[in-house]
């Protein structure tokens, strides 16, 4: 995917909250999304992703703190909402009515003229079934639509919330491919998920929450970097001198069941330190039983952060 150029904050988020009676759902919450970008919003089932998605588009009232949207803030939603599309939970259709005829009743709601229909079928791949009712669809051609939908008058931001929901591997495949082709139409999208693995193929900005709260900010490639590490084992009884030796480069170095994990600097170079590592560990008798570089996993990463294991 073609990294976009970005000057300009399509989003703008800072210290949000929600809270419903003692629930906190969304917890003093900060980030941005740069205009062009393509912006995974990625956190476990209830980490509060829709919740932050129904506040930029004025469906819930925030208890505190501050957003705008395209430039407007949420206050004054009607400055910018024309200019959003959205995808929020399961779409509503019609199912007695055509594909296309449900999206000429949403562009005439929404003060659209819907000359761009045809193109938005064939852009979710529904060219051909335009004219199917909505009750013969499968799940996955449903989501299609719904997407369609929020595509309608060729929005500035789309903001889809779990798109791939429900859907089998070819489903999540097709949506990721109508993703990337959002993005060549020069829109800013906001993609909710609670996998990663779903989104990481398409997304050049992550912003991963857990429990309300914000735990990462950034490019995909910072959010994997930071799991860069050369993995340790000896025998129990040298552990300790392993760890030492280890430590002696300067860098961190964490134990864990048996195993030494020595983190990486982004500019770091693998094979030398390892070499390095390997060569003390000789001359102080050590017989290392295991010495590799693990590569950085974003989903490892991911799942760190919210709460997973190694």
Known sequence: MTTTTISTDAVAVSALTKRYGARTVVDNVSFSVPAGAV???????????TTIMAILLGLVRPTSGTATVLGAPINRRGEYLGRVGALIETPAFHPGVSAADNLRSLAILSGQDGRDIPELLELVGLGGRGRDRVGSYSLGMKQRLGIAAALLGRPDLVILDEPTNGLDPVG?????????DIAERGCTAIVSSHLLSELEQVCNWL???DHGGLVHLGSPDLLGARSDTLVLRTDGSRLDDLRVIAGSTGLPVQLSDGTLYVS??????????AAEINRRAHVAG????????????????????????R
């Not at 999540?172 to 990337?180: A, G, L, N, S």
């Not at 050590?286 to 294991?309: C, K, P, Q, S």
Request: glycine share 10%; hydrophobic share 45%.
């Open 172 to 180: 999540m495949q097709e949506v990721r491919t109508i993703i990337r």
């Open 286 to 309: 050590i017989v290392l039983a295991e010495l590799h570089h693990e590569r950085a996993d974003l989903e490892a990463r991911y799942l760190e952060m919210v709460g997973g294991v």
């Open 207 to 209: 912003i991963v929450i």
């Open 39 to 49: 912006a995974g919003l990625i956190g476990p089932n209830g980490a509060g992703k």
């Open 264 to 273: 990486l600097p982004n500019d770091a170079d693998p094979s030398q330190l």
